[in-house]
T-cell receptor, first 113, second 110 residues
């Protein structure tokens, strides 16, 4: 079974730009969660989607948004990028809601210059 | 605020030493508990999980963890570490959503 895939793997953007990251969950998984990973901060929860609905949201500004499609693929968007948005963005999928084990993708490394 | 705390930021051990990494959480009620590991250059992967039942859970690669409800703790242990255990370890707690600790970097010296 193919794992969680994320595209692109690396991105370089400048301040003020916007970016869209994509995540394809494991086949059959309907829940997708997004995290921001930075050194010393660990993984910060962004949001979780289940059946195209945002189920939970972490403490991030409205510049961070996401969506999920009917095939469970998910995208997250960050608008008006700031230097502090540089991070590894991780996507995780699970069969149902997050009470289940989450399977992580390799992440998208975003650098904001 | 509800949180997950990992006490050690960086642990350095020699091979064959015993390991215990601390994890405490501040959520009340029923929670599900996880330990994930991130080896250098690899994805996060699950080491072990606790949902209910026996509070001592065994995971992959000889790791185990004990859930102590009264202490809100879920510490990770391994009796004898190997150089290949060098990685970053994350404790996670799920109640309504998944929250992770800041991670503990483990370096095992050969």
């Amino acid at each position: 079974k193919a794992g969680v895939t994320q595209t692109p793997r690396y991105l370089i953007k400048t301040r003020g730009q916007q970016v869209t990251l994509s995540c394809s969950p494991i086949s059959g998984h309907r829940s997708v969660s997004w995290y921001q990973q930075t050194p010393g901060q660990g993984l910060q929860f962004l949001f979780e989607y289940f059946s195209e609905t945002q189920r939970n949201k972490g403490n991030f500004p409205g510049r961070f948004s996401g969506r999920q499609f009917s095939n469970s693929r998910s995208e997250m968007n960050v608008s008006t990028l700031e230097l502090g948005d540089s991070a590894l963005y991780l996507c995780a999928s699970s069969l149902a809601v997050t009470h289940n084990e989450q399977f992580f993708g390799p992440g998208t490394r975003l650098t904001v210059l | 605020a509800q949180s997950v705390s990992q006490h050690n930021h960086h642990v350095i051990l020699s091979e064959a030493a015993s390991l215990e990494l601390g994890c405490n959480y501040s959520y009340g009620g029923t929670v599900n508990l996880f330990w994930y590991v991130q080896y250098p250059g690899q994805h996060l992967q699950l080491l072990l999980k606790y949902f209910s039942g026996d509070p001592l859970v065994k995971g992959i690669k000889g790791f185990e963890a004990e859930f102590i409800k009264s202490k809100f703790s879920f510490n990770l242990r391994k009796p004898s570490v190997q150089w290949s255990d060098t990685a970053e370890y994350f404790c996670a707690v799920n109640r309504n959503d998944m929250r992770f600790g800041a991670g503990t970097r483990l370096t095992v010296k050969p």
